[in-house]
Nanobody, 125 residues
């Protein structure tokens, strides 16, 4: 069974940075596209960034373009989300998600089949 375990959330000041990690177990990361989603209180879940199984294609929500970077290390079975220039409106529960290798990244950022547990990210002074 595919499992996704996230780490790297927490509290950060506006303008600061955080790096989220998503460790995959049960299957090789080679066979999965990866996405990061977030959900703020009272808002719908949003696809933040997604990456193809090979890492060759990425997709970002307009709200994070130029500030967030998604990456993956298939040898380590781990995906990452580097979040820079964080704003209070980035405050949310962030989820790592996965879907099968042939899922287009735009579709990956709308719906995923496998989910991590979610971790709170709070941007506040």
């Amino acid at each position: 069974q595919l499992q996704l375990v996230e780490s790297g959330g927490g509290l950060v000041q506006p303008g600061g940075s955080l790096r989220r990690s998503c460790a995959v177990s049960g299957f090789s990361l080679d066979y999965y596209a990866i996405g990061w989603f977030r959900q703020a209180p009272g808002k719908e879940r949003e696809g933040v960034s997604c990456i193809s199984s090979t890492g060759g294609t990425t997709h970002y929500a307009d709200s994070v373009k130029g500030r967030f970077t998604i990456s993956r290390d298939n040898a380590k079975n781990t995906a990452y989300l580097q979040m820079n220039s964080l704003k209070p409106e980035d405050t949310a529960i962030y989820y790592c998600a996965a879907d099968h290798w042939n899922t287009p990244v735009q579709a990956m950022c709308v719906h995923a089949s496998y989910w991590g547990q979610g971790t709170q990210v709070t941007v506040s002074s």
